[in-house]
């Protein structure tokens, strides 16, 4: 499956931003979809992560309360909904496919080029 993540960008504190991934190529809905984000000399994070069908969702610590994500399996998009955004939370945002509902970047085969989220203070 290919993935094309955008929407990122520079918003000051506080802000919003919603990133979109468009998946092609393969059934969309046979995957659970995740975001990822990795800043500067920083390891790869999980941020969130949806089922198959969009019932349920799973958010790091860090972003529960201000991110929310959702699906759409006609249009073959993920969304994630950036809210209250923090100086911390920039960095490279990367959505990814795979078959199993985990936090774990290693369970997703399938990624996307990324889109930078530069927050302000």
């Known amino acids: ?25 393969r059934t969309f809905s046979d995957y659970v979809m995740g975001w990822f984000r990795q800043a500067p000399g920083k390891e790869r994070e999980f941020v969130a992560g949806i089922t198959w069908s969009g019932g349920s ?6 972003v529960k309360g201000r991110f929310t994500i959702s699906r759409d399996n006609v249009k073959n998009t993920v ?3 950036m809210n209250s955004l923090k100086p911390e939370d920039t960095a490279v945002y990367y959505c990814a496919a795979g078959r199993l509902f985990y936090k774990e970047k290693e369970r997703y085969a399938y990624w996307g080029q990324g889109t930078q989220v530069t927050v302000s203070s």
């Open 57 to 62: 969702a799973l958010f790091a610590d860090s």
């Open 79 to 81: 969304y994630l909904q």
């Open 1 to 25: 499956v290919q993935l094309q993540a955008s929407g990122g960008g520079l918003v000051q504190a506080g802000g919003s931003l919603r990133l979109s991934c468009a998946a092609s190529g």
